[in-house]
């Protein structure tokens, strides 16, 4: 037997080359070989197997030893949600287009009314006043613009989803900070949510292919099954009974609401703002 990179003869069961020092490779390339070489060429294998493994069975232990400063035993939190962020990506966009029909199932009625709308021909509607086909052109207008808008939000969605993970990890964190309050301060909250988070995409993509090979209707749960991981996490953590599961359960719809609530605004507030600078830079959309 010799090495395939220099040729040098080989003792039999060789591991290694003793010349240039490289694997001896005797298997073929599989799909689980490719990922074990993707996880170790970032030092992710064994160590994020076993991060993976106790997210699931055991997370107060990994959240609560990488606070107490034992971080070699487990993977970076960071990189932990990168891997899954990146999982996520990769499985959305290669099935994007089933992605956002299954997004686009729960408000089918709504979305086949726009398209209705869209694509209306308005020129074959016949004893229609004026003012009542000015109304139909600006409806079709904005029907066209809202479906052109929710296309947009699913492509950059599925495009840029590893980067909106990262984005949304300051709101997940201040959503628990305000929900469990004390001993853990608001880094630390980002420290626990990178992993919880890193977790649930892989929750999401489950949900996912079921919502596609099942039916849509199933997708939805895939939130339902975040909370419930969510408080599992940090009730194991905190050692929670089951009133105080109750209560905070409570406390964190009650967060969660008064956030969305505020974050509505402001982006409400902005879009305003982007549809009057539209809207002069394009005086037929208002028209």
Same mark, same amino acid.
């Given at each position: 037997?010799?090495? +395939?990179?220099?040729?040098?003869?080989?003792?039999?069961?060789?591991? *290694?080359?003793?010349?240039?020092?490289?694997?001896?490779? #005797?298997?073929?390339?599989?799909? =689980?070989?490719?990922?074990?070489?993707?996880?170790?060429?970032?030092?992710?294998?064994?160590?994020?197997?076993?991060?993976? =493994? &106790? /997210?699931?069975? =055991?997370?107060?232990?990994?959240?609560?030893?990488?606070?107490?400063?034992?971080?070699? #035993?487990?993977?970076?939190?960071?990189?932990?949600?990168?891997?899954?962020?990146?999982?996520?990506?990769? !499985?959305?966009?290669?099935?994007?287009?089933?992605?956002?029909?299954?997004?686009?199932? @729960?408000?089918?009625?709504?979305?086949?009314?726009?398209? &209705?709308?869209?694509? /209306?021909?308005?020129?074959?509607?016949?004893?229609?006043? &004026? #003012?009542? !086909?000015? =109304?139909?052109?600006?409806?079709? +207008?904005?029907?066209?613009?809202?479906?052109?808008?929710?296309?947009?939000?699913?492509?950059?969605?599925?495009?840029?989803?590893?980067?909106?993970?990262?984005?949304?990890?300051?709101?997940?964190?201040?959503?628990?900070?305000?929900?469990?309050?004390?001993?853990?301060?608001?880094?630390?909250?980002?420290?626990?949510?990178?992993?919880?988070?890193?977790?649930?995409?892989?929750?999401?993509?489950? *949900?996912?292919? /079921?919502?596609?090979?099942?039916?849509? #209707?199933?997708?939805?749960?895939?939130?339902?099954? @975040?909370?419930?991981?969510?408080?599992?996490?940090?009730?194991?953590?905190?050692?929670?009974?089951?009133?105080?599961?109750?209560?905070?359960?409570?406390?964190?719809?009650?967060?969660?609401?008064?956030?969305? !609530? !505020?974050?509505?605004?402001?982006?409400?507030?902005?879009?305003?703002?982007?549809?009057?600078?539209?809207?002069?830079?394009?005086?037929?959309?208002?028209?």
């Amino acid at each position: 037997m010799t090495c +395939k990179n220099c040729e040098h003869v080989l003792e039999e069961g060789a591991s *290694f080359c003793e010349k240039c020092g490289a694997k001896v490779v #005797k298997n073929r390339i599989t799909f =689980k070989l490719l990922m074990q070489e993707l996880f170790a060429s970032f030092g992710l294998d064994s160590l994020y197997a076993s991060t993976f =493994k &106790k /997210m699931f069975t =055991k997370p107060q232990e990994v959240l609560q030893d990488y606070l107490d400063g034992a971080r070699k #035993k487990y993977v970076n939190p960071f990189a932990y949600l990168a891997v899954g962020a990146a999982l996520s990506l990769i !499985v959305f966009n290669f099935f994007s287009k089933e992605f956002i029909e299954v997004n686009n199932s @729960f408000n089918l009625s709504r979305t086949e009314e726009l398209k &209705k709308k869209a694509n /209306m021909d308005i020129s074959k509607l016949s004893g229609l006043s &004026k #003012k009542k !086909v000015t =109304k139909l052109k600006r409806e079709q +207008k904005q029907a066209q613009l809202t479906l052109q808008m929710g296309d947009t939000y699913f492509d950059y969605f599925v495009r840029y989803f590893n980067i909106i993970s990262f984005l949304f990890i300051p709101f997940y964190a201040l959503i628990s900070n305000l929900t469990f309050r004390k001993p853990n301060n608001y880094g630390e909250h980002i420290i626990m949510n990178s992993y919880i988070q890193g977790t649930t995409m892989y929750i999401s993509i489950i *949900f996912f292919l /079921m919502a596609m090979l099942i039916t849509p #209707k199933l997708y939805p749960f895939s939130t339902l099954a @975040f909370i419930i991981y969510y408080l599992y996490a940090f009730g194991k953590l905190y050692e929670l009974n089951t009133k105080q599961y109750i209560l905070k359960l409570l406390r964190f719809c009650l967060v969660s609401i008064l956030l969305i !609530v !505020v974050m509505a605004l402001v982006i409400g507030i902005i879009s305003i703002a982007i549809g009057i600078v539209l809207g002069y830079k394009n005086p037929k959309v208002l028209v």
